[in-house]
């Protein structure tokens, strides 16, 4: 009989699964409800001759390597006409308290050409990060952040996702690739929805906020991080440009 | 009775109190029940670890195709029932973990060590029932807390069972963290669990043997399960010892393993190979003494070599100590060390082989019975050997530099304990079920379960030889990542299937068992016609044994004595001839 | 189904491989004396009506002979096998005109450097080359190991060579290739996840491939 109860058991908790992971994302809302209408948009910029970013070889991955017309190098400085992208936007200081409803849509990041696409991904506490191959082969996500939980998982075949969710507020979460040395991506986990990260043509756009004053801060991987203030009116947009030197 | 230690006088008290339910069959201090549920718990264990052997092994076949009910497993293992990589080396972790801690070693030390060693010396139970009945307990709570490191975050270790630092050491190389404590913890407990059971065997076989019952005339089963007690005695405690420390570098900060504060990464490696060594003959030599006894009793001819048979028992155990570091010619440890233990490791082989041959000469002009743990114990002998050639390669230095690390090890790995061990312990458990259960197992049932093992297990671990010749590494979860080991694709699908095909047969074993327990032909004191005190008992035997303190007169290899019309001739039957023992003890 | 060696391509597969048939005659015999021994006495002495088994204790004799012909063959084995183990792994054993590299082994990559055309390793104009290998044919390379997180292992099956690599240790691995041609190296010590997967390869080039190679690579580095 005991041996009925234990076993009865194992198979219950085999169902519910081996831990955190399973699809499905946070917290309750449907969409996230924005708390006004105003808005902030803004510019990144370089400023002097952008950095050459290092080549990579990928002479051992053909399937990546056929993905890459010019010979790939790794985005770590990515200057497009004195436009930087890849910067983490995010208010700092200003914002009614929260808590903010988690969207249960997911962010996303995929791996493609054994490059982390987008390299920089902003993600609230608890909302699920999917996380995509699009490579024909093994890639190794790891991340080791410091206020969150470690993993280490593996993705072998293309057209897999695995979901992740954070659970403390984190700036940035260094993410690599335990296969392919070169590969690096950050994950901003943000408590509020109000953040952003700059596109090619180092534009940014911070929605759905109350009028107020807000101070924003604009990470970058080597450049370091810079600061701005900004007010907006109900309905209203401002604009905020960072620079960023060589 | 007030005191814990058992005396030779017969239980008194063996009508007098019913006892519950609970405390006859759940928390007895019967060694003969408690055997038995290590038989029960060990079962399990081996049925579990053998899925995961299906699971790793359809990964190596079929690696494309979803695992049958794969899609039972959570996304964290088997997304759509294709295994993921962590989760394999989980497997292959938690196979050898299983096998070795919860089913090989609790069967042979704690099933037959608790059944055998009190009946066949005469004695009425263990010296120290209670601390017995503890032990039972204490590992049947280490298994429930292994089988729990599948349900935490990270999943289980995935580290190998031999639990490698730094991989082992720090979750950030795995993310396994939960799932590599519980191990440890688990690995420690079951460790307490060995240490007791050591102390009663060694105790009773000192102190409880019955009069008559000199050190020679033990049988071979009791020699090896004594020198096995001592090998767990002083090789268990090493293994909790390196366990607690990995633990504390995992929790408390501590750097034992860890090279970038003091540590020493190969400390690991020696400390778990320390025990290791030992560990293995732990998991053959009770085999071996229990094929002893059966390959006698087949032959119905004198063990060959009685006491070579002992030496060379005490010799493995010894030279055991010696050897460990032949799992580490590779490691980076001083070459000069890999010469010293090669030499030790060559020595080793001999007493094994004397033991072959001893085998042989038993079955040597013998009148022999194959009733099926005759089958099992003769095919023991016959796979026991092809290991132990084996090792024979890997204990050459250079030529371990190419095989070290590849499925030619692991072939040689389950030849011993498969072939050797498993095989021992069909054989074992046949012999001695009518004793535990009053029935006999079907007979016809278990021929064909042994040949039917026989054949598919040869056609399953055979060609593994060839997989590491060829180059082929282990704890590989796709083996197709290499030109030189895609052609060898069609001999893992052969393997696959046939290591299906060998799971699948144990179906028969299983239900051999279970009917027979119930539908079993009612079985006499003596079946097989054997001499050992236990078949001078009733089936099964009452509680506390004996109901008088029996005498010894003889060896227990007395067959076709010419003393006697019989082909056997007890221990405890008295002959004119005989004289009694003067007083109790050795 | 074989049990021949794959073909070996390092002054080291000679003497192993010889090693290796040598010790698979001897343990062939072995098995065929002992199952074919089980098996004619398995027939032979199966139980009759009317026979008898033959009481017989054992044999000292027998035991002396059985112990001493497997001790002496195993004692002759392990000396064969003394000399080759110190001309492989032997302290002193690597050969003073040994090109040097280093190889910075990770999860799941491997990192050669190679000394680049000043011919120093640790010098500003090495360079490199992840998962490839390229040295020269009938030269002897030396290896430095350096592990940056676990244990892996450095196995090339054609050249014979293994070697864990340890973190916190220094290790070397000296081979001499003696065939040109590509060559895979695999990882042999469970390793994580991408195990499986740490895969490089070997180019052994011929003296003059092997310099312009080397040439080639500098003169790409230093466009970059």
């Known amino acids: ?57 990928m002479s051992e991955e053909p399937e990546c390597a056929a993905k890459h017309t010019d010979g790939p190098t790794n985005p770590i400085v990515s200057v497009t006409d004195g436009h930087l992208a890849n910067v983490f936007v995010r208010v700092v200081g200003g914002l009614p308290g929260g808590p903010y409803p988690v969207p249960s849509e997911p962010a996303t990041i995929d791996q493609n050409g054994c490059l982390y696409v987008p390299r920089v991904v902003g993600v609230m506490v608890g909302q699920t990060l999917a996380i995509t191959n699009s490579d024909p082969l093994l890639h190794n996500i790891k991340a080791v952040p410091t206020e969150n939980r470690l993993f280490n998982i593996s993705q072998p075949r293309a057209g897999m996702t695995s979901n992740r969710i954070f659970t403390a507020p984190e700036i940035m979460v260094p993410f690599e690739c335990s296969v392919h040395g070169w590969m690096n991506a950050y994950a901003g986990v943000v408590e509020h929805p109000y953040f952003a990260v700059s596109g090619a043509d180092g534009s940014f756009t911070i929605s759905g906020l109350p009028a107020g004053t807000y101070q924003v801060e604009a990470w970058h991987e080597t450049l370091g991080t810079q600061s701005g203030d900004v007010t907006v009116e109900a309905d209203g947009s401002a604009t905020l440009t960072f620079t960023f030197g060589g | 009775m007030a005191t814990s230690a058992v005396s030779l006088e017969p239980a008194a008290h063996v009508e007098a109190h019913e006892l519950s339910f609970l405390r006859k069959y759940i928390f007895s201090t019967d060694h003969k029940i408690i055997g038995i549920q290590f038989l029960l718990m060990s079962f399990v264990f081996l049925l579990f670890g053998g899925l995961m052997a299906m699971m790793i092994r359809w990964q190596l076949g079929f690696p494309e195709r979803p695992l049958p009910a794969g899609q039972l497993l959570p996304e964290t293992m088997a997304p759509g029932g294709i295994l993921l990589p962590e989760f394999y080396n989980s497997l292959v972790t938690m196979h050898g973990t299983i096998m070795v801690f919860f089913a090989i070693m609790p069967l042979l030390v704690g099933v037959f060590g608790n059944y055998l060693i009190p009946l066949k010396l005469g004695a009425p139970d263990m010296a120290f029932p209670r601390l017995n009945m503890a032990s039972f307990w204490i590992a049947f709570s280490a298994g429930i807390l292994m089988m729990a490191g599948f349900f935490v975050e990270g999943g289980h270790a995935a580290a190998g069972w031999t639990a490698y630092a730094p991989l082992s050491a720090d979750p950030e190389w795995t993310g396994v963290s939960g799932g590599q404590q519980i191990w440890l913890l688990s690995i420690a407990i079951l460790g307490l669990a060995s240490i007791m059971g050591a102390l009663n065997y060694i105790t009773t076989v000192v102190n409880l043997r019955a009069p008559g019952m000199t050190w020679f005339r033990m049988p071979l089963s009791i020699w090896a399960l004594f020198v096995t007690a001592i090998l767990v005695l002083l090789a268990i405690p090493i293994l909790s010892g390196a366990a607690i420390m ?52 087949g032959s119905r001819k004198p063990v060959f070599g009685y006491h070579s048979m002992v030496f060379a028992l005490i010799s493995i155990a010894f030279l055991g100590w010696v050897v460990w570091g032949h799992h580490m010619f590779q490691s980076g440890m001083n070459p000069t060390l890999g010469m010293t233990f090669m030499i030790s490791t060559m020595i080793i082989a001999v007493p094994s082989a004397i033991k072959v041959f001893n085998w042989m000469g038993t079955m040597w002009r013998g009148n022999i019975r194959f009733h099926v743990p005759m089958l099992h114990s003769v095919g023991f002998v016959a796979m026991f050997v092809i290991g132990g050639l ?57 021929k064909v379960h042994f040949w039917l093992t026989f054949l598919f297990y040869n056609m399953t671990f055979f060609p ?35 290591a299906l095909l060998l799971f699948t047969v144990q179906i028969l074993f299983a239900a051999n068992f279970i009917m027979s327990w119930f539908k079993g032909k009612k079985a006499g004191e003596n079946p097989w016609e054997a001499n050992g005190l236990e078949w001078t008992v009733a089936s099964p035997p009452p509680h506390g044994n004996f109901a008088k303190v029996p005498t010894v007169y003889r060896g227990p290899y007395e067959y076709s004595s010419p003393l006697v019309e019989e082909d056997f001739l007890m221990q405890t039957r008295k002959l004119a001839s005989d004289v009694d023992p003067a007083a109790a003890g050795p | ?90 302290r002193n054993s690597i050969p003073p005109n040994a090109i040097p590299y280093e190889v910075h082994v990770k999860q799941f990559e491997w990192n050669f450097t190679y000394r680049g055309p000043d011919g120093q390793l640790g010098t500003s104009d090495d360079f490199i080359v992840r998962n490839q290998l390229h040295i020269p044919v009938n030269r002897p390379v030396e290896l430095q190991l350096i592990a940056e997180d676990v244990i892996h292992s450095f196995f090339v099956p054609a050249f014979r060579v293994k070697q864990d690599a340890v973190p916190g240790m220094d290790i070397r691995v000296w081979f001499e290739a003696t065939k040109v041609g590509e060559y895979e190296i695999a990882c042999a010590e469970l390793c994580g996840l991408g195990h499986y997967r740490m895969r490089a390869r070997v180019f052994v080039h011929s003296a003059e491939d092997y310099q312009q190679w080397l040439s080639d690579r500098a003169a790409a580095a230093d466009e970059e």
């Open chain 2, 390 to 446: 084996s090792g024979i390669f890997m204990a050459s230095t250079p030529v371990d530099i190419y095989i070290h690390d590849t499925y030619f090890i692991v072939a040689h790995i389950h030849y011993v304990l498969f072939g050797g061990s498993l095989f021992a312990i069909f054989a074992a458990v046949t012999y001695w079920y009518p004793k535990m259960f009053g029935r006999m197992m079907n007979s016809t049932v278990g």
């Open chain 3, 1 to 90: 189904m074989s049990w021949i060696l794959p073909p070996g391509a390092s002054t080291f597969a000679g003497d192993i491989d010889f090693l290796y048939y040598v010790i698979l005659v001897i343990t062939g015999i072995a098995f065929v004396v002992v199952e074919v021994g089980l098996l004619v006495f398995a027939i032979k002495y199966r139980a009759r009506p009317g026979r008898k088994a033959q009481y017989i204790e054992g044999s000292i004799k027998a035991e002396i002979i059985w112990t001493a012909v497997p001790a002496v063959t195993l004692v002759i084995i392990g000396l064969m096998s003394g000399g080759v183990w110190n001309h492989i792994k032997g």
């Open chain 1, 1 to 57: 009989m005991r041996r009925f109860w234990v076993t009865s058991c194992l198979f219950a908790f085999l169902g519910c699964g081996g831990g955190d992971g399973g699809s499905g994302g946070g917290g309750g809302a449907a969409e996230t409800a924005p708390l006004g209408n105003a808005s902030i948009s803004g510019m990144v910029m370089f400023s002097g001759d952008a950095p050459a970013n290092p080549a990579i070889d």
């Open chain 2, 246 to 297: 990995l633990f504390f570098d995992q929790t408390i900060g501590t750097h034992f393993f860890d090279w970038t504060d003091g540590g020493q990464v190969i400390l690991w490696q020696h400390l778990f190979w320390y025990f290791g060594h030992p560990e293995v003959y732990i998991l053959i030599l009770p085999a071996m003494g229990m094929v002893s006894d059966i390959i006698a009793n």
């Open chain 2, 464 to 498: 593994m030889h060839d997989l590491g010749i060829a180059g082929h590494m282990r704890r590989i979860y796709d083996p197709s990542q290499y030109e030189f080991l895609q052609p060898l694709a069609p001999l893992n699908r052969f393997i696959t299937v046939s």
